[in-house]
């Protein structure tokens, strides 16, 4: 059963737009919330080219609320390729933050460019979203129960971000969010809430830069024709909404568990398991 619902570029852009903003930075799964819901409504685009560009609003997101932090990863990198021997302690560690951000990326990278076909054809089905709902689930509960023995972001190490990186390319699967299992990898390092989601929205800018440039390319090479118009509206409402979802989840994570988010994860899942079974889905 479908939602009959009319397939305007305006009011189609902001309800995905909106999903995207909330949900890439809750450990709940963008991809898999936006798949379901093209489904629902028999109108989405759906495809990975519509999915990047609702990134590219998320994207802006991170960029304006880690200005500073960016701002500052950019300038110290800069500084170290020119001035090698005259960086200052804080550009030190940022130059190793930045570092650090490009390796992660490597993983999700390559399994992007090598599965990009298969993960939009075969694993963009209701029944392996409410199966990877459940399983992230599970890998939240399990990471979530770690003690921080970490506390700052200067205090990831190589060996911590290949790891993290690894689970961002798990990630690519809808339904097991990105957020989801960089977050649950930092905490198995032993890194506090908050950090492990700072890195993981840091972490969230080459990546989406790579995805969006590698999806750029494979639309001209394939001709996909893209809803300019729905884009532009997506994008943008996907940033406004993603500045205050990242904001509150920092300030949430400060004081709470991820139990919430477990929860509403094996609550979707088992809803998209009774639609599957009475044929509604």
């Known amino acids: 059963m479908t939602l009959d619902i009319e397939s305007s570029s305006i009011l189609l852009g902001l309800l995905l737009g909106i999903i995207q ?3 890439e930075f809750l450990p709940i ?3 898999g919330h936006l798949v379901l819901v093209e489904k629902l409504i028999d109108s989405g685009p759906n495809s990975l080219t519509f999915d990047v560009g609702l ?3 998320t994207l802006m997101a991170v960029l304006v609320s880690f200005k500073n932090v960016v701002s500052s990863i950019i300038l110290a990198c800069l500084k170290r390729l020119y001035k090698k021997d005259n ?8 130059s190793k933050i930045g570092l650090l951000l490009i390796i992660g990326t490597i993983p999700a990278a390559i399994t992007g460019l090598l599965f990009v076909d298969i993960i939009e054809l075969y694993l963009r089905e209701p029944w392996l979203i409410a199966l990877t709902l459940m399983l992230g689930a599970l890998v939240i509960w399990i990471a979530d ?4 023995r970490f506390l700052g972001l200067s205090d990831f190490d190589l060996r911590g971000v290949i790891i993290i990186g690894c ?4 990630a690519l699967v809808p339904g097991m969010s990105r957020s989801a299992l960089t977050i649950s990898a930092a905490r198995f390092l032993g890194h506090s809430r908050q950090k492990s989601a700072e890195f993981s929205f840091l972490l969230a800018i080459p ?3 790579s995805a969006g440039i590698l999806t750029g390319l494979r639309s001209i090479r394939l001709d996909i024709p893209i809803d300019w118009n729905l884009l532009i509206i997506g994008s ?3 940033f406004l909404v993603g500045i205050l979802v990242i904001k509150f989840f920092l300030s949430y994570v400060e004081k709470h568990d991820l139990s919430v988010f477990i929860n509403y994860r094996i609550l979707l899942a088992s809803l998209i398991a009774i639609g599957i079974l009475t044929k509604n889905i």
């Not at 960086?87 to 940022?94: C, G, K, P």
């Not at 689970?167 to 798990?170: D, R």
Request: charged share 15%; hydrophobic share 35%; no cysteine.
């Open 236 to 238: 943008s409402t996907a």
């Open 167 to 170: 689970a961002q390319a798990v």
């Open 207 to 209: 990546v989406i830069i």
């Open 55 to 57: 990134h590219i609003g």
């Open 21 to 23: 903003g909330i949900t």
């Open 29 to 31: 799964s963008s991809s």
């Open 87 to 94: 960086l200052t302690q804080d550009e030190q560690r940022y």
């Open 145 to 148: 129960r770690n003690s921080a």
